[in-house]
């Protein structure tokens, strides 16, 4: 529970909102393309915080890290709660996306240290798999208080769960990692020193991790936004996403014992492959039956890569400095988490939204090859 009960909680607060932060925007006046802005801004607070993130939660332990971002994210759901503009919903999501940017990395930091190497994947992917059951249940408690009380009631369903994650961090004691093999008296590499030294892995794997990255935050704004230009309405968008991502949850075990057993190439390649099949594919749907198709397979193709992104970049994390180079990789993660909702919407304005998604597709397939060329077998 102290492991990954937060997660869990965690992971229903963004499945409650994220379907429904589009139409918050619409509803509010805002165009679809600066919908997918506001939803872009998740990954951009995210973006500016990791490494902000990476020294709190360094310096001042995890529980205390989690308890005030917890507080951070429940002020930032009730902004959105409340909002009566577009920018009172975007100042809403971006502080949620830096109070989600702490909760990650305090999570993925300990299951680093206190997981033996040979069982690793498994640890993150399960830690990517509590997300998931959150973002499976999300969605559905959503729908059920968007039924209730109307649209606005899926981000009161999501400031509860936040509360939630803020009393479990309070109430349980501190996890403590094993003592690590490593010299723990050497001091640590400074950001500059850890971006030389580890420049080529940044540059690649890393430029990979940022694609994928981008794909997984793009389909966020896609689904939607897609079914909102088919005239779905917002509960029905919210049962098929809530369907993806139960395909999603169902694979993260099975992903992180094969990613232990065979490598990490093994989930990272079909991954990539079939979020872009399944991307490339969505513009051409016309119907309910082959959207859902198309949201299913794009949640199964997430579904197999989970925990793939923290796994490499623990793979790569100098043990000295961890939590500095955890900053750096999700920094670089999250350039791609904010830049894909901005690229679906920089090309919907110019262009189409089925254009926008078909893009997404094509970078999914340019990380597959990335992984294939530069990730460990």
Wanted: charged letters at 10%; hydrophobic letters at 60%.
């Amino acid at each position: 529970m102290p492991a990954f009960g937060p997660s869990v909680f965690n992971g229903i607060a963004q499945g409650a909102i994220l379907p429904v932060i589009a139409f918050s925007a619409r509803d509010l006046g805002a165009s679809f393309a600066m919908a997918g802005l506001i939803v872009a801004l998740i990954g951009i607070g995210s973006l500016i915080f990791n490494i902000p993130a990476a020294m709190i939660a360094s310096r001042f332990g995890e529980r205390f890290a989690m308890f005030y971002a917890a507080l951070v994210g429940m002020l930032a759901l009730a902004l959105c709660l409340f909002a009566r503009h577009p920018a009172m919903l975007g100042a809403g999501v971006l502080l949620f996306g830096m109070a989600n940017s702490v909760f990650i990395l305090a999570r993925q930091t300990f299951l680093i240290e206190a997981v033996p190497y040979q069982y690793r994947a498994r640890a993150l992917s399960t830690l990517a798999g509590c997300m998931r059951i959150g973002l499976f249940i999300g969605p559905f408690a959503g729908a059920a208080a968007m039924y209730v009380g109307g649209l606005r009631s899926a981000y009161a369903v999501a400031l509860v769960a936040i509360a939630a994650v803020g009393w479990l961090t309070y109430t349980l004691p501190d996890l403590r990692a094993p003592d690590s093999a490593h010299d723990t008296t050497a001091p640590a590499p400074s950001i500059g020193t850890l971006l030389r030294n580890h420049a080529g892995v940044l540059t690649t794997l890393g430029f990979g991790a940022l694609l994928v990255s981008a794909v997984r935050a793009a389909r966020q704004v896609v689904v939607p936004l897609w079914a909102t230009h088919l005239g779905l309405p917002p509960i029905t968008a919210s049962i098929i996403y809530g369907l993806a991502a139960a395909i999603d949850m169902a694979m993260f075990y099975p992903a992180g014992k094969l990613m232990d057993e065979r490598g990490r190439l093994w989930v990272a390649l079909p991954a990539c492959v079939l979020m872009g099949a399944a991307l490339l594919a969505m513009p051409l749907t016309t119907g309910l039956a082959t959207f859902v198709g198309a949201a299913l397979a794009l949640g199964l193709g997430n579904g197999i890569g989970s925990g793939i992104i923290m796994t490499i970049g623990a793979d790569a994390a100098p043990p000295q400095a961890r939590p500095a180079f955890l900053g750096i990789w999700r920094m670089i993660a999250d350039v791609g988490s904010s830049s894909g909702p901005l690229v679906v919407s920089a090309v919907t304005a110019a262009s189409s939204l089925g254009l926008g998604v078909a893009i997404i597709g094509l970078l999914s397939l340019a990380a597959a090859g990335v992984f294939w060329r530069w990730l460990p077998r």
